[in-house]
């Protein structure tokens, strides 16, 4: 069985840590495994029960805590292979924790082109803890906050206590511009067992509710939020899905860096179900099929995050691409 990993990332300084150290005090992440860099970041001595192998230790709660030790890949495929020989518990999940200046994208990769990885592992949610104090000023300064905001499912503020009502507001609708899509709370509103942050958003239960909370099919138009523009392609006429693949696949192979992110729910020739596709830059996630339309009624619609890249350019290649069955909406 594939187990899901959630990603937990975040700029320096953002609370990742602290929102993990509360969650660790308690008993909720009993049947997860932590992946982090250094043991030293999260305060675990209190809750250490023993060492069950180099880098590896065994918590109170019942969840095992790793450090990745430079290898992503390989730190995954050895907690793979413990968990198998029972030398540590049977966890359901992964929680990786990610550096302050990591770009999702390569760990997106990495959990998705890897063969070794694939039969074991898949991604679940990734979740961005966002400092609400340093927000403003961390999108002006740091390109790495943009990708991080932009790749999630799940934006959790951090400090909310420590700025004003209006700056708060300020800061949530900056990030709903950027990213619609990603549902947000505040980090102190995370308790154990909580969807939002141990999820596995479509690949869970009920994938439909993730693809209403997109809001895909709300009034989202081009837009642009100072570097990061949104832009949302729609069509009301089944798809071919094979032409589709080749039109997506050259697109981002052009200009995956230049696309954050997007998410889509397709209407395709021959399929009675809707088709879910979401992806980070370069990389796209197995496509989920719902059972139903969310809203009744079938139509195509893709949204895009992008960054320098002219959103007309990306519609004149769509339309190219509908030339043969219509065109665009």
Same mark, same amino acid.
């Given at each position: 069985?594939?187990?899901?990993?959630?990603?937990?990332?975040?700029?320096?300084?953002?609370?990742?840590?602290?929102?993990?150290?509360?969650?660790?005090?308690?008993?909720?992440?009993?049947?997860?495994?932590?992946?982090?860099?250094?043991?030293?970041?999260?305060?675990?001595?209190?809750?250490?029960?023993?060492?069950?192998?180099?880098?590896?230790?065994?918590?109170?709660?019942?969840?095992?805590?790793?450090?990745?030790?430079?290898?992503?890949?390989?730190?995954?495929?050895?907690?793979?292979? =413990?968990?198998?020989?029972?030398?540590?518990?049977?966890?359901?999940?992964?929680?990786?924790?990610?550096?302050?200046?990591?770009?999702?994208?390569?760990?997106?990769?990495?959990?998705?082109?890897?063969?070794?990885?694939?039969?074991?592992?898949?991604?679940?949610?990734?979740?961005?803890?966002?400092?609400?104090?340093?927000?403003?000023?961390?999108?002006?300064?740091?390109?790495?906050?943009?990708?991080?905001?932009?790749?999630?499912?799940?934006?959790?503020?951090?400090?909310?206590?420590?700025?004003?009502?209006?700056?708060?507001?300020?800061?949530?609708?900056?990030?709903?511009?950027?990213?619609?899509?990603?549902?947000?709370?505040?980090?102190?509103?995370?308790?154990?067992?909580?969807?939002?942050?141990?999820?596995?958003?479509?690949?869970?239960?009920?994938?439909?509710?993730?693809?209403?909370?997109?809001?895909?099919?709300?009034?989202?138009?081009?837009?642009?939020?100072?570097?990061?523009?949104?832009?949302?392609?729609?069509?009301?006429?089944?798809?071919?899905?094979?032409?589709?693949?080749?039109?997506?696949?050259?697109?981002?192979?052009?200009?995956?860096?230049?696309?954050?992110?997007?998410?889509?729910?397709?209407?395709?020739?021959?399929?009675?179900?809707?088709?879910?596709?979401?992806?980070?830059?370069?990389?796209?996630?197995?496509?989920?099929?719902?059972?139903?339309?969310?809203?009744?009624?079938?139509?195509? =619609?893709?949204?895009?995050?992008?960054?320098?890249?002219?959103?007309?350019?990306?519609?004149?290649?769509?339309?190219?691409?509908?030339?043969?069955?219509?065109?665009?909406?």
């Amino acid at each position: 069985m594939s187990l899901p990993v959630n990603v937990i990332t975040g700029f320096l300084g953002s609370g990742k840590t602290t929102l993990l150290n509360r969650l660790l005090a308690g008993d909720t992440l009993g049947d997860s495994a932590l992946l982090i860099n250094e043991f030293g970041d999260v305060g675990i001595d209190h809750l250490l029960v023993e060492e069950v192998a180099p880098g590896t230790v065994l918590l109170a709660g019942g969840c095992v805590c790793c450090t990745v030790n430079g290898d992503l890949r390989q730190a995954l495929l050895d907690l793979h292979a =413990r968990r198998e020989r029972g030398e540590i518990p049977a966890f359901r999940r992964v929680l990786l924790e990610t550096t302050g200046l990591a770009d999702p994208a390569p760990i997106v990769a990495t959990l998705l082109r890897d063969p070794q990885l694939r039969g074991r592992y898949h991604l679940g949610l990734l979740v961005t803890v966002v400092d609400a104090e340093q927000a403003q000023l961390q999108e002006r300064l740091h390109p790495e906050w943009l990708t991080q905001v932009t790749a999630a499912d799940r934006l959790l503020l951090s400090k909310s206590d420590r700025v004003q009502p209006a700056t708060l507001a300020s800061v949530q609708s900056r990030l709903a511009a950027l990213n619609p899509s990603a549902s947000q709370a505040l980090t102190q509103q995370i308790v154990a067992g909580d969807q939002l942050l141990l999820g596995e958003g479509v690949r869970g239960s009920d994938p439909a509710a993730e693809v209403q909370g997109w809001q895909l099919f709300g009034a989202v138009d081009d837009s642009r939020h100072g570097t990061a523009q949104i832009c949302c392609l729609e069509f009301d006429r089944p798809l071919d899905w094979v032409a589709f693949g080749v039109w997506l696949s050259m697109l981002l192979r052009c200009h995956g860096e230049r696309i954050l992110r997007v998410k889509g729910l397709l209407d395709v020739i021959d399929s009675p179900q809707p088709i879910v596709i979401h992806g980070v830059q370069h990389c796209l996630h197995a496509p989920v099929h719902l059972q139903a339309w969310p809203g009744g009624t079938p139509r195509s =619609r893709l949204v895009f995050i992008v960054r320098d890249l002219d959103t007309h350019q990306l519609r004149r290649s769509f339309r190219a691409f509908l030339g043969e069955v219509g065109q665009a909406a």
